[in-house]
C-alpha cells in the first residue's frame, strides 16, 4: 500500500481557486492510478478526478472543466487544480492510489486521511 498525505483545502468564495496536493509514501507510486474522490455530508463518495502512470486522465461531469489533476512521479505527488469553484464543490476531498485498471473508488486500495474545501456563495 501507499501512505497518502493531502494538503492545500480551505476556504475560498465561489468563482476562486484552490490547488489540492498529496505525496504518496511507497515505493509503488508511479505505477499506480491516482485520483481525487469527494464526499459531502448525507452523499456518496464521488471520483472526480484520476490519472494513471502515463498521464492519462479522466474527470466526472459535474467537475470537467474547472479541475486538472496532474501527478509529478519524481516528487511522488499529485495535484489537483480547482477553478471556478461552486459551493456544491464543498465536500472533504481524499487522494487515492489504486491498481492500473482502478476506474472507480471502491477498486482503489490506499486513500489519505483528506481535507476539507469549503466553498461559499
Known amino acids: 500500500q501507499v501512505q497518502l498525505v493531502e494538503s492545500g483545502g480551505g476556504l475560498v468564495q465561489a468563482g476562486g481557486s484552490l490547488r489540492l496536493s498529496c505525496v504518496g509514501h511507497g515505493s509503488i507510486f508511479t505505477i499506480n492510478r491516482m485520483g481525487w474522490s469527494r464526499q459531502a455530508p448525507g452523499k456518496r463518495r464521488e471520483l472526480v478526478a484520476d490519472?494513471?502512470?502515463?498521464?492519462?486522465?479522466s474527470y466526472a461531469d459535474s467537475v470537467k472543466g474547472r479541475f486538472t489533476i496532474s501527478r509529478d512521479n519524481a516528487k511522488n505527488t499529485v495535484y489537483l487544480q480547482m477553478n471556478n469553484l461552486k459551493p456544491e464543490d464543498t465536500a472533504v476531498y481524499y487522494c487515492g492510489a489504486g491498481p492500473p485498471w482502478a476506474v472507480v473508488a471502491a477498486q482503489y486500495d490506499s486513500w489519505g486521511q483528506g481535507t476539507q474545501v469549503t466553498v461559499s456563495s
Open positions: 490519472i494513471t502512470s502515463r498521464g492519462i486522465v
